[in-house]
């Protein structure tokens, strides 16, 4: 069964930093496309990140704050968040799929793309 499981959300103050992790299990990354996204109160859910193989997109929101790494040993991918805002404040999900091939999209997937979803977790930034 694939399972992914988001942690490290919190409470931050702006200009601070925090750094999500996705652990999946039943699957290995190495073969999956990932992609984190978030949903902020009162707005859609929005891209922030994707990574497939040696590929890595972001969001322009997001350029040169946020970085997205693995760990293959324990199939974990993180979220590194710097320079957070109040904007930042969403609940931030991963989501992975097989079969979706970056070098083709040219961009991160719409969410509806992926097949397989972590609970999320809360990130609030105050100001």
């Known amino acids: 069964e694939v399972q992914l499981v988001e942690s490290g959300g919190g409470l931050v103050q702006a200009g601070g930093s925090l750094r999500l992790s996705c652990a999946a299990s039943?699957?290995?990354?190495?073969?999956?496309?990932i992609g984190w996204f978030r949903r902020a109160p009162g707005k859609e859910r929005e891209g922030v990140s994707c990574s497939s193989d040696d590929i890595t997109y972001y969001a322009n929101s997001v350029k040169g704050r946020f970085t997205i790494s693995s760990d293959n040993a324990k199939n974990t991918v993180y979220l590194e968040m710097n320079s957070l805002t109040p904007e930042d404040t969403a609940v931030y999900y991963c989501?992975?799929?097989?079969?979706?091939?970056?070098?083709?999209?040219?961009?991160?997937?719409?969410?509806?793309?992926?097949?397989?979803w972590g609970q999320g977790t809360q990130v609030t930034v105050s100001s």
């Open positions: 039943g699957f290995s990354f190495d073969d999956y496309t």
């Open positions: 989501a992975a799929d097989p079969l979706l091939l970056l070098r083709l999209w040219g961009l991160c997937p719409p969410s509806e793309e992926y097949d397989y």
